[in-house]
């Protein structure tokens, strides 16, 4: 009987860690009905969701005030039929929270724009329908700067969520001279990057500059690790500083894994194998994953997590002709980490780690395995641990950090001037580690 009792505590013990370990992506599977103010696909049917500015693929979602300039978002439906999408835009505050203003603040024109352009694949295997849709245009213009949300749901039904994407729109109102460098002394000399800088605002009068002021920064364009709420080192006369500041300070990481399929007949580096299976699926097997905690940093170049949608075996569209593959990855490991989870993470993933992305430990391979259902082209990636208890992704154990290698930051600096009840987003910096 004790031995029964024994066996049935474990049992439960067993049943409440697993839960706990996956407490952090639980919030993912809830509820998916429920808006989220960040990128976020509601739809299993849904994927390749990309927004970024009009004029190239590459460039973050963010455009200059008044600047002439549009931003594009395009996605995939998988269900390969003809549905009516409309997209609408929320304004947000500094830290992503819905601002106090209303709609008719912030917007002129129309609030919601029907997806009309949309194209069916042709040629593959996986059959979807192809949406794309930029603004602002002739019949909606945004009023003020700051960071927005836009979110696409179906016609006539703004509570059914499809997708949310961030985007912002910026003044030049700040001057922001920065600088990236080596972190001085300790154990994180040698792995961390620190960025350093200040923000000059003559043209802007601050009542209490320290909470009129928010500071976010980003690495890579990503939001998983950003660093927020930046607190100034030296107030000086229409200027703050942000120097020897610990806030600031980013895992150095390493370049970033890639895999090449914008052939599905050719194998390319990283391909170990290709194939379709009895369903006519194709399936792309990558060689194994190394891990790089210990290695050398070699540079090497690449596009920082992002991905690039292309068919080498077709010369039409690329938004329509690329097909869809099942990527298997596999990373040797000797014994399952007992504290955490490791993820896929990049622009593939939208940055977030949940249960599609999640690595499994196989017994019989002696390692983790993930399977993503992707389209053809190049990626980037990283891959990632999550501790037990933790929100953030630590890429530590899998790819090593150095200070040395390229990584691309972005300064965004947010005004509340007194009586407002929004935050501006005044200035941005880019910069780059390598690009001194």
Known sequence: MKQIKLKSILAIA?????????????????????????????????????????????????????GGE???LSFDDLDGDQKQYTISFIHCNADWTP???MTMEYMEGFYDINIINFTFSMNTLQKYTHYSVMFPNQSIKFTKSGNYIV??????????????????????????????????GGDNQYNKQ????????????????????????????????????????????????????????????NEFRFFDMRSLRVYSERIKDMYKDANNVNHVVLTNEENRQVKQYVFANDINGGFLIKNRDMKGNQDTEADYA????????????????????GKLTDWRMNKTNLMTYNYKRMGYECKLYLKQGYYNYIIVLSEDGKNAADE???????????????????????????????????LNSLKR
């Open 326 to 345: 099942y990527v298997d990855f596999f990373m040797p490991y000797p014994t399952p980490e007992s504290g955490g989870n490791f993820y896929i993470l």
């Open 396 to 430: 530590t154990k899998t790819e090593g950090n150095h200070w040395d290698t390229e990584n691309d930051y972005a300064i965004f600096v947010y005004f509340r001037q007194v009586g407002t009840y929004y935050d501006r987003l005044v200035g941005v910096k880019k």
């Open 99 to 101: 601002s106090e203003i």
């Open 70 to 72: 549009q931003i594009e």
């Open 14 to 66: 067993l049943i409440l860690n697993s839960c706990y370990s996956f407490s952090q992506e639980a919030d993912d599977y809830v509820n998916d009905n429920v808006i989220r103010y960040d990128d976020h696909v509601y739809k299993p049917n849904i994927k390749t969701v990309q927004i970024h500015g009009a004029e190239w693929e590459f460039s973050p979602p963010l455009i200059e005030f008044n």
């Open 151 to 184: 979110y696409v749901h179906p016609m006539g039904n703004n509570k059914e969520y499809i997708i949310t994407r961030r985007f912002m729109i910026y003044e030049n109102v700040v001057d922001i001279p920065a600088t990236m460098r080596q972190t001085i």
């Open 194 to 253: 620190q960025i350093e800088f200040s923000v000059k605002h003559p043209s802007l009068k601050a009542i209490n500059p320290a909470k009129d002021f928010k500071i976010t920064v980003t690495q890579n364009n990503r939001w998983d690790n950003a660093q927020q709420n930046l607190e100034p080192t030296f107030y000086g006369p229409n200027e703050l500083s942000y120097s020897m500041n610990e806030a600031a300070v980013f895992n150095g990481g």
